[in-house]
């Protein structure tokens, strides 16, 4: 069964704090994405990395930044977490070769006290 | 800008009873469609997508969708809801200058009375 797994569901940290969140897929996809997801606004796009070390920004990525040394693993970093940055976060991959069809992981819930 | 909308926030029903959900969207051509389904706490899960052809498509756990091109729309319907149904849907259709990057819409939460 194919996976994007998410390494922590749920986060408390406080402001200033540097957050990693970590994301890894088992399905050779190129393409990975980081969505935040806020009540009535859906899902915006952080940042993209279509392959490794190859990233682009999103519709939101004030804050943010990515790393991507593998190509089954992408990491989003709060360099110094607000709490404007409470909010679930979404992992999910696509193949390069796509319709655009994304498979997503369960999410991370972060909370910044 | 390109858009996706769905206009209802929440919808509640009752647990046997028909369920629509709506979806509009702008876009030049033709495009790939997709809705998604999120339960409480969890990621999204696709439900079913239209990429062309039969304008009527199936999916998992009895949801169908159909598009209308000439509303520019892409309803999903399910004749007789489940309680296990109550969820967040979404609708999402690849930009226009980037294919492989959905736009989702902001969502419409379904509800199942008893």
């Known amino acids: 069964d194919v996976k994007v797994t998410q390494s922590s569901r749920y986060l408390v940290k406080r402001t200033g704090e540097k957050v990693f969140l970590e994301c890894v897929q088992d399905?050779?996809?190129?393409?990975m994405f980081w969505y935040r997801q806020d009540p009535g606004l859906g899902l915006r796009l952080i940042y993209f990395?279509?392959?490794?070390?190859?990233?682009e920004k999103g519709d939101i990525p004030e804050g943010y930044s990515v790393s991507r040394e593998k190509k089954e693993r992408f990491s989003l970093i709060l360099e110094s977490a607000s709490t404007n940055q409470t909010s679930m976060y979404l992992c999910?991959?696509?193949?390069?070769?796509?319709?655009?069809?994304?498979?997503f992981g369960e999410g991370s819930r972060l909370t910044v006290l | 800008a390109q858009s996706v909308t769905q206009p209802d926030i929440h919808i509640t029903v009752s647990e046997g009873a028909s369920l629509e959900l709506r979806c509009n969207y702008s876009?030049?051509?033709?495009?790939?469609l997709f809705w998604y389904v999120q339960s409480p706490g969890q990621g999204l899960q696709l439900l079913l997508k239209y990429f062309s052809g039969d304008t009527l498509v199936q999916g998992i756990k009895g949801f169908e969708a159909e598009f209308k091109r000439s509303q520019s729309s892409f309803n999903l319907r399910k004749p007789s809801v489940h309680w296990s149904d109550a969820a967040e849907y979404f609708c999402a259709v690849p930009r226009m200058d980037s294919s492989y990057k959905l736009i989702f819409g902001s969502g419409t939460r379904l509800l199942v009375r008893p």
């Open positions: 876009y030049g051509a033709t495009p790939y």
């Open positions: 999910a991959s696509s193949p390069a070769r796509g319709t655009g069809e994304l498979f």
């Open positions: 399905m050779d996809h190129e393409n």
């Open positions: 990395s279509y392959d490794v070390k190859m990233k």
